[in-house]
């Protein structure tokens, strides 16, 4: 009985079919994609790109309402981005004063959250070169992070409300019945937003109007309109 070859033969070949169906089924691998490393500073190249002017203008208008200044963008002179968690714009602005005041040369620092409600922070508004008699933060505390910064004017309406809604917060919070009387200092501290820390005086309706030394502290993110009272202590009774 003679023995058909083909099977034998089929049955050799099969691992050279098998190699080629799969090497023709996997397509090529893609070129990996670069991904962003956080961190770095990198320069924007296109300054005139609309959205980096709408984030210099943002900044011009927010240190413009924390100092009750009356600042313009003249030129936005150079700008860096930096990846954290958002984007960090670093810009040298020049500004213009409508107060009647010479140009000046400023540095500030935005921090950008698109996806958060189209979400920016002013970080840092320096001046570099002053030509106005305006100093960096200007008695506002938009300098550095961290340091705590003495407020000069604190017969600004902003402070005067902030302190009111420092006693208000406090009343609810501890069921007391203190009424402001007067705000006596004023430090702030720039952090994610900004910090006041108020020595004022409050009558207490509870003890026949006494006048007491009260600190708070409060925190504001003046561009979510939030507040929150984050201590309020008797100046007599703290350690």
């Given amino acids: 009985m003679r023995m058909s070859l083909l099977p034998l033969l089929l049955l050799l070949l099969s691992p050279f079919f098998s190699a080629t169906i799969h090497a023709k089924a996997d397509p090529?691998?893609?070129?990996?994609r670069k991904a962003k490393i956080a961190g770095g500073w990198a320069t924007v190249q296109d300054i005139k790109d609309?959205?980096?002017?709408?984030?210099a203008k943002f900044a011009v208008s927010e240190y413009n309402q924390r100092n009750k200044t009356n600042l313009t963008l003249s030129q936005l002179?150079?700008?860096?981005k930096q990846v954290v968690d958002g984007t960090k714009y670093r810009l040298k602005l020049q500004v213009k004063d409508n107060?009647?005041?010479s140009p000046?040369?400023?540095a500030a620092v935005v921090l950008e959250k698109p996806w958060q409600n189209d979400y920016k922070e002013l970080v840092s508004?320096?001046?570099?070169e002053n030509g106005y008699g305006l100093r960096s933060g200007n008695g506002a505390g938009v300098g550095s992070d961290g340091g705590w910064k003495p407020l000069e004017n604190m017969n600004d309406s902003q402070v005067h409300e902030i302190a009111e809604f420092a006693v208000s917060q406090h009343n609810k919070e501890a069921n007391t019945k203190l009424t402001l009387s007067e705000v006596i200092k004023v430090e702030t501290q720039v952090v994610q937003g900004l910090n006041y820390k108020i020595l004022l005086t409050a009558k207490d309706a509870a003890s026949g109007d006494q006048s007491r030394n009260y600190e708070a502290v409060v925190w504001q993110r003046a561009s979510q309109n939030v507040k929150q009272l984050t201590s309020f202590k008797n100046m007599l009774t703290s350690s």
């Fill in 99 to 101: 107060s009647g005041g």
């Fill in 77 to 80: 002179v150079a700008a860096q």
């Fill in 104 to 106: 000046a040369t400023c």
């Fill in 50 to 55: 609309p959205h980096i002017l709408e984030i």
């Fill in 28 to 32: 090529p691998s893609a070129a990996p």
């Fill in 125 to 128: 508004f320096a001046v570099q």
